[in-house]
T-cell receptor
Framework: EAGVTQFPSHSVIEKGQTVTLRCDPI?????LYWYRRVMGKEIKFLLH????????ESGMPNNRFLAERTGGTYSTLKVQPAELEDSGVYFC??????????????FGNGTRLTVT | RKEVEQDPGPFNVPEGATVAFNCTYS??????FFWYRQDCRKEPKLLMS???SGNEDGRFTAQLNRASQYISLLIRDSKLSDSATYLC??????????FGAGTILRVKS
């Protein structure tokens, strides 16, 4: 079984530019999550999709971030325009069942974003 | 105050040692509890869930004290391959995981 895959693995962009991160969850996993870790901080929740619907987007930092999951398969996270404080590692995770207590999250390798 | 607090370490231990990590959480509404392991520049991976009655998986034992809002992880007979960052994680609202900043373990020969 293929795991959660993320693309690109690294991205270096200048402040003000746009970057789009992609996540392919494990096949059959309806639940897809985005998390991020900024330098020196803990991993923090961004949002949760169930199929193509946003279940919880309370962790999205501001309106420069836009997540989509058209068709309920892969997801994209766009940052526009990027700011220096957006630098960090963006993780995607998926799970089969919606209740995290009963179904483990499988994380992708992450996208390391550097904004200069 | 952070919602999940961990001692950042590092804990430097020799092979074969027993080491214990502690974690406290502030929200009494937290429902599920986990230990994740993260190797350098890798993704977090679930090590084990933590149950109220305590649970064991090989050399790893996890304990939960809901009254004190405290979680622990005990590693016996440490191996070099146990070197990693151990993340204490709780589930509070719905399907949102709240991560601690992690405890660094270095096992040396």
């Amino acid at each position: 079984e293929a795991g959660v895959t993320q693309f690109p693995s690294h991205s270096v962009i200048e402040k003000g530019q746009t970057v789009t991160l992609r996540c392919d969850p494990i096949s059959g996993h309806d639940n897809l999550y985005w998390y991020r870790r900024v330098m020196g901080k803990e991993i923090k929740f961004l949002l949760h999709f169930v199929k193509e619907s946003k279940q919880d987007e309370s962790g999205m930092p501001n309106n420069r971030f836009l997540a989509e999951r058209t068709g309920g398969t892969y997801s994209t996270l766009k940052v526009q325009p990027a700011e220096l404080e957006d630098s960090g590692v963006y993780f995607c995770a998926s799970s089969q069942v919606g209740t995290v207590g009963y179904s483990p999250l499988h994380f992708g390798n992450g996208t390391r974003l550097t904004v200069t | 105050r952070k919602e999940v607090e961990q001692d950042p370490g590092p804990f430097n231990v020799p092979e074969g040692a027993t080491v214990a990590f502690n974690c406290t959480y502030s929200n009494s509404a937290s429902q599920s509890f986990f230990w994740y392991r993260q190797d350098c520049r890798k993704e977090p991976k679930l090590l084990m869930s933590v149950y109220s009655s305590g649970n064991e998986d090989g050399r790893f034992t996890a304990q939960l004290n809901r009254a004190s809002q405290y979680i622990s992880l005990l590693i016996r007979d440490s191996k070099l391959s146990d070197s990693a960052t151990y993340l204490c994680v709780v589930n509070r609202d719905g399907n949102k995981l709240v991560f601690g900043a992690g405890t660094i373990l270095r096992v040396k020969s």
